[in-house]
């Protein structure tokens, strides 16, 4: 088992908190997470429809064995279990009751916040990240690879090829997750709406775009969004807008959770067909955006991240909050530092006076150094990189 960098966090949490619960991607290791590190607890897969339908109809006997806790994985398959836990560990105060997992984060978040705000610590788990892989995963094809591949653990457990991978994947979450969560009529109509969004990653959100191309209505695409976004395929990026609101765009650009599902939806079937893609930077974009934020949730931190653009079109592509200052942070795909990569920076500082926490540059390239106050790193320096601005 390749071991999670979430792990310390969660066993410290628990011993906090009666309950914890960890939200994330479908696939993304939860189970085989909570399995290894809370092996003296029960364990129920509410995905058992044995299980389900027993926690459904009669929820008090269901949780009498269960009295000292238990791990429950897929939760929000029986949302209305929750009041019931929540009576259960109020009856018994104590902390490192219950471990519970769930994969469709709205469904589940608002269950919590009815039933056990205040009792439950908040996790989320995403597919691997490079720190994890690093040292057991080699990626002779580099970058490239990497995009190719993505980070979902099955990939690498079972050695599988990605497309295949992850063909299987989106279809499981279309013909089964996507109608547990809502009715969609246009399953077709539904896929050709995601594979649009796999074209706009790293672009501004434009919903009426979106749903033109899709054939379907604004409010159509802005709920097919909404439930792309709860089920942890895509993730918005949303732009920085506090004190200097009125010069930056509002919308958020789009991205996916992982980056090999992404290029699944594009039609990539292998390495090759990256090298010349006109969306390779935009892919690269996202596979470094997903390293920042695993960094932050694999140390049960929040999403602290946006990205800055003017209305004169100058851009940052991750703003990294700390505190009240900011690491501007630039993502370029090729492997030669250019002056070109740096043009963004001068527009940045003048709009954030005094609020700028270092500025950094993540490449294609394999090399890290320091120029004019500017960091440089690969992909694989993005944790020393926010740890030394931690």
């Known amino acids: 088992m390749i071991e999670r960098e979430i792990s310390p966090c969660v066993k410290a949490v628990f011993k906090k908190y009666p309950l914890v619960t ?14 290894h590190l809370f092996k003296e607890k029960p364990y129920v897969n509410l995905e058992q429809l044995e299980n389900r339908e027993f926690a459904k109809s009669d929820p008090r006997g ?35 009751m219950f471990v519970l997992t769930g ?19 908040l996790l989320k788990l995403l597919p691997f990240s490079l720190t994890e ?9 580099g970058t490239g690879e990497m995009m190719h591949k993505g980070f979902y653990p099955r990939v690498y ?27 969609v009529k246009n399953l077709t109509a539904f896929q050709r709406f995601a594979r649009l969004c796999a074209g706009r990653i790293g672009q501004i959100v434009n919903l009426s775009g979106l749903g033109s191309d899709a054939g379907v209505s604004h409010t159509t695409a802005r709920e097919w969004l909404t439930l792309l976004e709860a089920s942890f395929v895509v993730f918005l990026l949303e732009p920085y807008h506090a004190n200097i609101r009125k010069r930056l765009v509002r ?10 599902l992404a290029a699944y939806l594009l039609g990539i079937e292998s390495r090759a067909h990256l090298e010349h893609h006109p969306l390779r930077g935009n892919l690269f974009e996202n596979m470094v955006l997903m390293e920042f934020l695993k960094y932050r949730f694999n140390r049960g931190l929040g999403n602290n991240l946006s990205f800055f653009r003017d209305r004169s079109g100058h851009e940052i592509d ?12 630039e993502v370029k795909s090729g492997q030669t530092v250019v002056g070109d990569f740096f043009k963004g920076f001068p527009p940045f500082e003048n709009a ?19 120029r004019s106050g500017i960091r440089i790193t690969d992909v694989r320096g993005i944790k020393t990189l926010l740890d030394d601005f931690a």
């Open 22 to 35: 960890i939200t994330g991607p479908r696939q993304s290791g939860k189970t085989t997470l909570v399995k």
């Open 62 to 96: 269901f949780l009498r064995p269960l009295q000292e806790g238990a791990v429950m994985d897929e939760i929000q398959r029986v949302p209305e279990l929750l009041s019931d836990i929540q009576a259960l560990v109020d009856e018994r105060p104590k902390n490192g």
């Open 103 to 121: 994969s469709a984060q709205f469904e589940l978040m608002r269950g919590i916040s009815q039933s056990l705000a205040g009792r439950t610590a």
């Open 133 to 141: 892989l690093s040292g057991r995963v080699s990626f002779p094809g």
């Open 157 to 183: 457990d079972q050695d599988l090829d990605p497309a295949r991978a992850y063909a299987d994947y989106f279809e499981t979450y279309i013909e089964r997750d996507l109608r547990q969560i809502v009715a």
């Open 251 to 260: 919308s958020p650009k789009i991205y996916f959770y992982d980056v090999g």
């Open 318 to 329: 991750i703003l990294y909050a700390v505190a009240d200052k900011f690491l501007a942070v």
């Open 352 to 370: 954030f006076k005094g609020r700028t926490l270092g500025k950094a540059l993540v490449y294609g390239g394999e090399r890290r150094q320091t």
